[in-house]
C-alpha cells in the first residue's frame, strides 16, 4: 500500500512539473511576441515618421520656389484707377485657362513657369491646368481669343490667365462678363501702359520702355569710344516696336556720337530678320550695332553678320532673353541682352491665383518684374535654368 502511495506521490510531482514549466515556456514566448509587436510596431512608427518628414522636407522645397520667385517682383500703384474685379475666394481645388495670343519661346516659358509653379503648391491646394492658343493669324487672333475665352465663362472655370495681342481694349467685354460671373482675370506679357481696360484682376510684366533704356544705356556706356551707326530691327508698327524703340533711344541718349539710320520690321521672327539683315548689310554697309527687339530676330541677323564674315564689325544687341541669346552672347555672336523674367512671372502667377483665390487675400494689382541686363561681362553667371523649357 504504501508503495501505491509513493508511486501515486511521484506521478503527480512529476506532472506538476511539467505544468509549471509548461507555464513558463509559455509566458516566455508571449514576452517574445510582445517584444516583436513592439518593435515591429516602433519600426512602422519610424517609417511613418520618416515619410512624414521627406513629405515636408519636399512640401518647404516645393514652397521655397515660390516664395523665392515672389522677391524677384515689386508690387507697384501704377494702375491705382482699377477696380472692377471679383472678390477673393478661398476653393482649394480649381481650373486655370491660360490663353496666350501665339506660338512662340516667349509663351512656352511662360507656360513652363506656371508648370513649375503648379507643382510648387503646398499640399492641400490643387490647380487643373487648360492651356488653349489660337490658330488664327493676324486680326482673327484676337477674335478667337474672345471665343475661347467666353466658352471658359460658360463652362464655369474658375481663373483665366492671358496676355493679349497689343493693348487690351478688344478684351473689355469678355473680361466683364468673366468678373460678373466672379472669374479674376490674370494679365502677363503686357506693358502696364498699355492696360485698357478696368475689369484686370492683377497683372504680372514690366516695362518695356525701361527694359530696352537698359540696353541702349549699356551700350552707351560700353561703346562710348565708337561712332555708331545703328539699325533698329523691331517687329510690326504697333506699341511693343515703338516703346521698346522710344526705350532703346532714352538710354543711349548719353552717348556722345549715335545715329539710327535704318528701321526694319523682322515680324518677331529669326528667318525673316536674317533676310532683312541681308539686305541692310547692302543698303547701309556703314552699320555697326544691330538692335533687336526680341532675341530671336537678333539671332537671325547675327546669323547673315556671321556669314558676312562681319562678326567683328557689327555688334548685336537683343531683347526679352531666350537660352540660345544666352549662349550667343557667352560666345560673343551677340554682345548684350535683357532678361523681362518669362519664366518666373509664369511661376509667380501662380503663387498670387493662390493668394487671391484659394487663400483669400486680397493682391495688388500690377507686380513689376526688375529687367536683368545681360551681356558679355556677367552672361557666364546667369543661372540658364531660368531660360530652359524642356
Given at each position: ?202 497683372l504680372v510684366s514690366y516695362y518695356e520702355r525701361a527694359s530696352a533704356k537698359t540696353v ?39 552717348h556722345p556720337s549715335y545715329e539710327v539710320v535704318a528701321k526694319q520690321s523682322g515680324e518677331w521672327d529669326r528667318e525673316t530678320s536674317y ?116
Amino acid at each position: 500500500m504504501k508503495k501505491v502511495i509513493l508511486f501515486v506521490l511521484c506521478v503527480l510531482t512529476i506532472s506538476m512539473m511539467f505544468v509549471f514549466t509548461g507555464c513558463e515556456v509559455t509566458q516566455e514566448s508571449g514576452e517574445e511576441t510582445t517584444s516583436a509587436q513592439t518593435d515591429e510596431a516602433n519600426e512602422q512608427a519610424s517609417a511613418q515618421t520618416d515619410g512624414v518628414t521627406e513629405q515636408a522636407s519636399a512640401s518647404a522645397e516645393d514652397s521655397s520656389l515660390l516664395d523665392t520667385v515672389a522677391e524677384l517682383f515689386a508690387p507697384s500703384d501704377y494702375m491705382t484707377l482699377k477696380g472692377d474685379e471679383p472678390a477673393p475666394t478661398t476653393k482649394k481645388s480649381i481650373k486655370v485657362g491660360v490663353v496666350p495670343p501665339v506660338a512662340g519661346v516667349y509663351h512656352t516659358t511662360f507656360k513652363v513657369g506656371f508648370e513649375e509653379g503648379i507643382a510648387a503648391l503646398p499640399e492641400g491646394y490643387d490647380i487643373e491646368l487648360i492651356y488653349q492658343m489660337p490658330t488664327s493669324t493676324g486680326n482673327q487672333t484676337t477674335t478667337e481669343m474672345i471665343d475661347i475665352m467666353e466658352n471658359w465663362i460658360n463652362q464655369g472655370i474658375d481663373v483665366i490667365v492671358t496676355c493679349p495681342v497689343a493693348d487690351d481694349a478688344a478684351l473689355e467685354s469678355v473680361f466683364k462678363s468673366a468678373v460678373e460671373s466672379g472669374i479674376p482675370v490674370f494679365e502677363y506679357g503686357i506693358d502696364p501702359e498699355m492696360v485698357a481696360n478696368d475689369y484686370v484682376t492683377c497683372l504680372v510684366s514690366y516695362y518695356e520702355r525701361a527694359s530696352a533704356k537698359t540696353v541702349g544705356a549699356w551700350a552707351a556706356e560700353t561703346y562710348k569710344d565708337m561712332d555708331l551707326k545703328i539699325a533698329f530691327i523691331g517687329g510690326p508698327e504697333g506699341p511693343y516696336t515703338t516703346l521698346r524703340g522710344d526705350g532703346f533711344l532714352e538710354g543711349i541718349a548719353s552717348h556722345p556720337s549715335y545715329e539710327v539710320v535704318a528701321k526694319q520690321s523682322g515680324e518677331w521672327d529669326r528667318e525673316t530678320s536674317y533676310n532683312v539683315m541681308q539686305n541692310l548689310l547692302v543698303s547701309n554697309p556703314e552699320i555697326n550695332m544691330i538692335f533687336g527687339m526680341y532675341d530671336d530676330m537678333s539671332l537671325g541677323a547675327a546669323s547673315a553678320i556671321r556669314e558676312a564674315g562681319l562678326e567683328d564689325d557689327i555688334i548685336v544687341l537683343g531683347y526679352d532673353t531666350n537660352i540660345e541669346g544666352l549662349g550667343a552672347v557667352r560666345e560673343g555672336t551677340m554682345q548684350c541682352t535683357v532678361y523681362n523674367g518669362t519664366k518666373e512671372t509664369g511661376q509667380y502667377i501662380v503663387n498670387l491665383i493662390k493668394e487671391y483665390v484659394m487663400d483669400g487675400i486680397q493682391i495688388e494689382k500690377l507686380y513689376e518684374f526688375v529687367p536683368e541686363c545681360i551681356n558679355v561681362d556677367n552672361a557666364d553667371d546667369f543661372d540658364e535654368n531660368r531660360l530652359k523649357i524642356d
